[in-house]
Every structure is written in structure tokens, then in C-alpha cells.
């Protein structure tokens, strides 16, 4: 099934959207979804993945519809990434999985045309 994008949407479902892209792009990839928009007081996780080899992935997703404010991934400050890796060990003392091997990923869904997008995807970047 075709994920297709609606420009006249929200930035709250172009972010949806974004998720779900690369929900389906990490399954494809043959990643198990755990969580999705995992939220404690101190932020969100947007996905929690496990990848083949047991290593627990922790996905910041962004997306945006243009390039005029910059590549998405470009909205990635260093106090995002310290809460990014806050939440990560929350995760694993939440579900009794510290000292499982985990990374921190992102991806960018940089929207097109209708029914367009483009995702770049950068592994373990934390």
C-alpha cells in the first residue's frame, strides 16, 4: 500500500505522515517496530525499532514539505540530541532492557509532488 502525502495537511499529520514512511521504511528494511511516540515528561520518541541484529534502534523523524527553513535533519540541536539520548535510556530502564545494545537514528522525509517524497535515513548518527 502507497503512502501518499496531502500538502494542504497540518505540520501535525505531514509530521504523522513522516512517521508512518519511515515506520513502513524500517519494516521493509526488516526492522520490528516496538513503540511508536513513546512519551514520558522530558520528550518523545517518535520510533522504537529492532533491527535484525537485535540492536534497538531510537528513530528521530523529521519532515518537512520545502527546503526554505533548511534540511530537516539540520533541525537537530545538540540539546535535542542530549534529550534524544535521555529518552533512549528511559526507554530501555522503562521496558527492562538496559545494557541491550541500542543506537540513536534519524531520518528525513523531505516532501515532493503529490504522492512524492524522498527519505534519507543516517544510522547510529548518536
Given amino acids: 500500500m502507497a503512502t501518499k502525502h496531502d500538502p494542504e495537511k497540518t505540520n501535525t499529520s505531514i509530521g504523522l505522515f513522516g512517521e508512518r514512511v519511515i515506520a ?3 519494516r521493509s528494511n526488516g526492522a520490528k ?4 511516540n513513546w512519551r514520558i515528561k522530558d520528550g518523545e520518541i517518535d520510533i ?3 533491527h535484525d541484529s537485535g540492536t534497538i534502534a531510537f528513530v528521530e523523524v523529521k519532515t518537512r514539505s520545502s527546503l ?3 534540511h530537516p535533519l539540520e533541525s537537530i540541536s545538540s540539546e535535542k ?3 534524544l539520548q535521555r529518552l533512549a535510556l528511559g526507554w530501555l530502564a522503562a521496558h527492562h532492557c538496559l545494557g541491550v545494545d541500542y ?4 531520518a528525513a522525509v523531505l516532501l515532493g509532488k503529490p504522492g512524492e517524497h524522498t527519505i534519507e535515513y543516517r544510522a547510529n548518527v548518536l
Avoid: M, W
Avoid at 543506537?103 to 534519524?106: P, T
Fill in 33 to 36: 517496530i516496538l513503540d511508536r
Fill in 68 to 70: 526554505a527553513f533548511g
Fill in 81 to 83: 540530541s542530549q534529550r
Fill in 103 to 106: 543506537q540513536i537514528d534519524c
Fill in 24 to 26: 513502513q521504511f524500517l
Fill in 48 to 50: 522504537v525499532a529492532r
